[in-house]
């Protein structure tokens, strides 16, 4: 086990899931080139179930490419991502993305918008109306279920978006910055929420940010990735106990975190 | 409620408006300079000549309007299939479109001539000429709903595994609504123009051949009278084409 706070586990030690749970998701030897650029160079690391891991990097280093081959969506040029044991050759049921920008249809309703996904997996509608309904109230917009996109805030938009990343029940969420384009104050907000909605599902999630703060914040684990071409150059378990208030921000073992953070990422500018 | 009918007095109550003064103002202008008929009407004399002989212009109304529909119906069933085409197949999109845009410089009108020398005097040019004129504006309009899709859009529904077949019905078919109905909008009236036109050219029936024929007669006010149907049904069906354009996309989303 390591030490209750900040432990920065061992240069081959890098990237293995976190107490000895099963690893849902195994990334091995990833690499991506697009055409003479080389966007990953080598990633490896596991995510443990349930376990709720963030993915640290500067801009531009990789880390949207890196969701988009766990969700399937493109295809590594190099080594291989496993899900439950399998090999991801395409989108799969069992994952759920959250995209920067919340991509809803604008001529949905909100309701109807974290509907789309029954709509395309084929499955039954009242039963999973149900659990929209739920997810809705859970994110506190069901009283705007049946209003279009365009008439709610950037913040309640995220949230709808988080809503069809759940309705199915996938084991995996993926999230690929999620609040960067919300104003500071809600992006706190969101970030609580989203650790409520999270304590409450349960599901394996690969958060992919560059904020510091939201990544301490929300993590049992941060790997942190280096410029382009990317390679994971540092780990850190946070182990500060849950429902975390954002009060936590403050305290002093909180910014003994996020300053090892800072550090290994001005460490990486430096070379 | 009364706001809605409110709303729908305005969007009548304007046209209906404007149109009446500038009518007023053209006949109080043609009588107060004294000009003559034949060179300008009054729409009092244009409206006289239509009730007196409205059985002419009726039987000449509706192969006219019968042809305008029909071409338009299918120039909107052509130019979405073509556009499905343009937006699924590399060759269509890479080949065709740009010579279907080039080809546009032509002025369609002037084929008519050589519509006449192949497919005779009857109904065929005209309709073939309604078609032609209004399929181009459809064709690009549905293509670009179908393309005009954010890429995050289609990753988001391939990451639920949506099918092509239901991110077309689902995703690409509801985007291209209003750009299918702005599409409609330009392509009614210039099916009534190509209609006209080819019974102008030749043909026996039809408001251009009543307009060719008054011409030649210069009998001025039955000539205003069809310009004023013509342009007046072409409002008319604007309008209703807008209004149960924007219903329809209200009743999409
Ligand atoms: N389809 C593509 N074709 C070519 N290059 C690409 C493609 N997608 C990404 N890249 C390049 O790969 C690198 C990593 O991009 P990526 O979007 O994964 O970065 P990111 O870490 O998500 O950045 P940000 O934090 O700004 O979102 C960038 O240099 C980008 O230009
Ligand atoms: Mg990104």
New interface residues.
Partial sequence: MRSAVASSAPARALGRARDDGAAIVSIAALKKTFGDLEAIRHLSFDVGDGEFLSVLGPSGCGKSTLL?MV???IDPTAGEIRIQGAKVTG???E???V???P?L?????VLQNVL??I???KLPRPHYRRRAMELLRMAKIDEFAGV?PRQLSGGMRQRVAICRALV?DPNILLMDEPFSALDAITRDEMAVELQRIWQVNRKTVIFVTHSIREAAFLSDRVVVMGRRPATIIDELAIELPRPRPIAVTEDETFNRLVRHLRKAIEASHAE | MRNNIGKYAATIGWPVLVTTLILLAWEISVRMLGIRSIILPPPSAVLETMAHRHDLLLTHLWPSLYLTVLGFLLSVIGGIFVAVLITYSAIVRKGFYPVIVVSQVIPKISIAPLFIVWFGTGTMPSLLLAFLVAFFPMTINAAMGFESI?E??H?????????RW?IFW??RM??A?PYIFGGMKISITLAIIGVIVSEFVASQEGIGYLIKLAGGLLDTPPLWDHRGRGKLGGLLAATTRGRRGRRRMMR??
């Fill in positions: 988009m969700a399937g969506l989108p799969r049921r994952i759920g993305v995209f920067q920008s991509v249809l604008p001529w949905r309703t789309f996904p709509e395309l997996l279009l199915h | 954010d995050d859009i990753r988001m529904a391939r990451t639920f595994m949506g099918s239901q689902k995703i509801p985007n609504m999409c989303s």
